[in-house]
């Protein structure tokens, strides 16, 4: 809430006003009251606007305790009700967590790297016929990559806002792009090279020579058939050949998601820096595991769902890093368009964050 003055023909008048979201997630006004003319409520009080703006701010401030006290009981009573499960963990105890760090690092994955344009432009050019989405695969496994001293080995399903998958189906995904990322690996790395140069100094980038250690294997046993179509392979020899490529294959992807991630940390360094904060590459990914969110749900299921932010020692740290790459920190508490605004992502109904299947069993 906050106190306006508008003009009606020769005088001006008070209004306290109300800025709300609108279902389509746009801002409106509505007047809460009409006070009364200006010019007679200075004569008797010169101080009165001040005094009432106090009063006003204070007001709003009330309420939005009030609604977080309240969000907070909600939740607390609705998590009661809910049983010891969810739809695919019966151990879990209530609400899952949301990790939104997904935000900040797909913003540097999207628009500094360029990764999802590269990997779509040669997955449309050079393999039509793979069905996965090879950017989506790549870059969970990134995220699995940094975070992945919060996420446990045994997880069935990892729960980013507005971006909730099994792990496991993803590892049978991914294993359809592996032949993809491995034939336009080099293509990759020298189109991420040359962004980096742009965004840090990466004197360790000399690391990728062990990317092409191996490469010669596929060479050596395309110039064997080639050269000698009469010599026969035995069984042992086309064996240790096959796995040594399997082998180099698996230690060049590997390296490529390290590589990934070790940049994107970087990054996120380097931007602190250059607001004179410092930390190292742990105190990031400490922070970055620390951004967790609760849904509460209002026990008829009907009412609007409020995002909860987890409170952790790592927050001004993570909001620092919110806030270098153009983003909000979260609220203690929010509804989903002001998560979409803050986040700079993009969720038209609740079900963009929570999927539709967590939705329905909570609701």
Known sequence: MYVQIRKAGKYEYIYVVEAYRKSNGKIAHRTIDKIGRY????????NFLE????????????????????????F???????????PDSPEFAGFPLFNYANSVIFMIWKNILKLEYRLKYLQKQYHPDCD??????LFHRILEKILHKYIKPSSKTIYFIGDVYDPYEELLEYKKVNSLLNEEINDILNFLIKIFAKEANLPWIEDLEILSA?????????????EHPEHQLSAKEINTLTNNLQKAHSIKLDVLEVLISKIIL??????????????SESDIENALGSALLVPCLSESGKNKILYIKVFSENNKLLNSILTVFGLKPLLNCQVKSELSRRLKMRFNNDSDVLSQKLLDFYS
């Open 214 to 226: 191996n490469a010669d294997l596929k060479n050596r046993l395309n110039k064997i058939l080639t």
């Open 132 to 137: 996965a989405n090879t950017s989506d695969l």
């Open 76 to 86: 607390i009573k609705h998590n009661k009700k809910v049983k010891n499960s969810t």
């Open 39 to 46: 010019d007679k409520l200075k004569e008797l009080n010169p």
């Open 51 to 74: 005094e009432l703006k106090a009063s006003v701010k204070e007001q709003s401030e009330s309420i939005k305790v009030n609604i977080q006290h309240n969000a907070v009981e909600n």
């Open 266 to 279: 970087k990054i996120i360094l380097k931007r602190l820096n250059e607001e004179k904060i410092f930390v």
